[in-house]
């Protein structure tokens, strides 16, 4: 008896072996906390320093171990709010916290459902806000930031994903068509985790491809691996659904199925988890051919592949589906003998493409309009990456700018408020204009705060110019050359002495270039130098006065046609004083010069 219940015991407390210990994490719960808000300073007015908030921010190639690694304890808290103090009348803010997630992450909340989805590089989602600081409309007391436990849920993102029953060789074909090593091996459930590989092509194109655990019959009543990671289909653009050209048979207990019963096994079991996998595009890929009868098993069967509903009279009650896939090719292989895979590979190319070229037929059919509200339907009204706003704070404190900015006092007057469907439109605006981190930050900020958007700044000296100057504005990101580099380029060489090769003597030359620069003729017999007074006939030395009376004439006119425009656009009122006066003192100048040429004349 003893003996029993110690081997009982032991086998109780046996640690579970490495091998069986998953590493894949796809879901994790997480506890993320804001900062409290710093207290103010009653006396002089003093605002505390808002609670630092926790932010989710998708990284490629993160994974949720990484996130277990840097927060063993599962709990992400922000830095508090710095207290007013006589030094500093405005606390400073807490610390924010970024945590890097995977790409592809989906935010949920056990009450609200989903709250973001972070499908692309650098989305950010507001965790946890930070508590106001404390101010005359809170009594100077700082407010707690926000608690809440968040899942994290991972679902890979591929463009292909396969699926088949355990042993169907998905691994081997995998590790044919792709860079991947995964593991391989004759009994059922080798593959445990999700695994993306990468297809490559001879143009650089490359698709990923996702290898997921066996699916069996029964998954949906969690039978085998269940439908747990079918959910890394969801995102995927084309279904590679794999069968044994000799059927399955988990286990002397189970039925055997043949392939085409696979076919219909598979497909229920896609329609049991989500429907709409069955409007995915889908290729069928019978492996093993190179095995003996393949041939003549797969005679049996191939007119029902192309059209499933046809063969639908020889599917066991309890396997007919409500909803058939589509199958857009149909595939025999052997993967292990690499038989076909060239055209595995193109046929996936084909298929991704044409369905791409079919919704861009579709979206250029529709008007800009459309496109942009189609994009908003898309997105659904849940998704709030890169908007730091969760639902729950936009409802409770709708008349503030920001959730995370302390009301009242002299420095945060509310101002007024965009509309969710305004602020849906700018973020969309954004997306097609392609902005930078920076100026997405800078708008979102303005929207938050309910001022108006920035209008952008007039270009700068060096943008607007660079055309025309580009030799006297140096390029920014000009590389500094070393001294031998410089030397090396020539730059530092004399040019060699030529001497002058005219027929005038040097002396004379030089004399003549030395009046030509001071105006002053020299005499070579004296060496003295004397200014000579020119003659009109020597040129550019020359001035000929203008004949002034002529130039007021001229003046007078300009000012007449300018003040009679004027009066013509409305505005003579204005300026008629200040161009009569100017006339009348051109008037008399002029008069002064008609008598001064009379009296030289009697004279
Ligand atoms: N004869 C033959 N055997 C194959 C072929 N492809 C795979 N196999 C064998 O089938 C067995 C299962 O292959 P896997 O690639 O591990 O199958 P899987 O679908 O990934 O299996 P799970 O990971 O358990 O879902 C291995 O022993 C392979 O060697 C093939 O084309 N011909
Ligand atoms: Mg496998």
Request: with cysteine; charged share 30%.
């Amino acid at each position: 008896m003893v003996f029993i219940q110690h081997y009982l015991l032991k086998s109780v407390n046996k640690p579970i072996r490495n091998y069986l210990k998953s590493r894949f994490l796809d879901t994790l719960r997480i506890t993320a906390k804001g900062g409290h808000g710093g207290n103010g300073l009653p006396k002089y007015g003093g605002v505390g320093g808002q609670g630092g908030a926790v932010y989710f921010v998708a990284k490629e190639g993160k994974s949720l171990r990484d996130v277990v690694k840097k927060y063993p304890n599962k709990r992400v808290v922000a830095g508090n709010g710095e207290e007013s103090s006589k030094a500093r009348i405005l606390g400073r803010r807490g610390t924010d916290q970024k945590v890097e997630v995977p790409v592809g992450i989906r935010v949920l909340e056990q009450e609200t459902g989903l709250l973001c989805e972070l499908d692309e590089e650098g989305k950010t989602f507001l965790a946890s806000g930070g508590g106001s600081g404390g101010c005359s409309g809170n009594s100077f007391l700082g407010k707690p930031g926000q608690l809440r436990t968040l899942t994290l849920d991972l679902k890979l993102i591929a463009d292909v994903g396969l699926v088949g029953f355990p042993n169907a060789g998905k691994s081997t074909l995998v590790k044919a068509i792709s860079n991947a090593s995964p593991k391989i091996a004759s009994y059922p459930f080798t593959t445990i985790r999700p695994q993306i590989a990468t297809i490559e092509y001879e143009d650089y194109r490359q698709i990923t491809i996702a290898d997921l655990p066996g699916l069996i019959e029964g998954a949906h009543a969690n039978f085998g691996m269940g439908h747990k990671f079918l959910k890394h289909v969801e995102r995927t653009r084309l279904l590679l659904i794999m069968v044994d050209v000799f059927g399955f048979q988990l286990s002397q207990q189970h039925q055997k199925r043949n392939c085409l019963e696979t076919v219909y096994a598979l497909n229920k079991e896609l329609e049991l988890y989500d429907k709409t996998l069955l409007d995915k595009p889908c290729a069928l890929i019978i492996n093993k051919m190179d095995k003996e009868g393949a041939v003549e098993e797969i005679c049996k069967y191939e007119q029902y592949f192309h059209s499933l509903e046809d063969g639908l009279k020889m599917c066991p009650e309890e396997l007919v589906p409500s909803k058939l896939l589509s199958i857009d090719a149909v595939i025999p292989i052997s993967a292990k003998s690499m038989k076909e895979i060239e055209k595995v590979k193109q046929e996936v190319r084909t298929i991704l493409d044409l369905k791409a070229e079919e919704k861009l037929q579709e979206e250029s059919s529709l008007d800009r309009n459309e496109q942009l509200q189609l994009k908003l339907r898309e997105r659904g009204p849940k998704v709030y990456a890169g908007v730091h706003t969760p639902p729950a704070q936009q409802d409770s404190m709708a008349d503030w700018p920001s959730p995370r900015v302390a009301q009242g006092g002299l420095f945060h007057t509310p101002k007024a408020r965009y509309t969710k469907e305004t602020q849906d439109l700018i973020k969309v605006l954004m997306e097609e204009a392609k902005l930078t981190i920076l100026q997405r930050n800078k708008i979102n900020y303005h929207l938050r705060n309910g001022e108006p958007l920035p209008v952008p700044k007039e270009p700068k000296f060096e943008q607007e110019y660079s055309n025309f100057l580009p030799m006297a504005i140096p390029r920014k990101n000009i590389k500094k050359r070393s001294l031998n580099t410089i030397i090396e380029s020539g730059a530092f060489d004399v040019e060699k002495y030529v001497p002058h090769k005219s027929k005038e003597p040097i002396e004379k030359l030089k004399l003549k270039l030395q009046e030509q620069m001071s105006g002053i003729k020299i005499f070579p017999d004296d060496g003295r130098r004397r200014r000579v007074v020119r003659s009109k006939s020597e040129g550019c030395m020359d001035f000929v006065p203008p004949d002034r009376a002529s130039e007021l004439l001229e003046e007078i006119n300009e000012r007449v046609q300018w003040l009679e425009e004027m009066e013509a656009l409305g505005e003579g009122k204005k300026h008629r004083a200040t161009i009569q006066l100017q006339i009348a003192e051109k008037l008399n100048e002029l008069k002064r010069l008609d008598r001064a040429k009379s009296q030289e004349n009697e004279i």
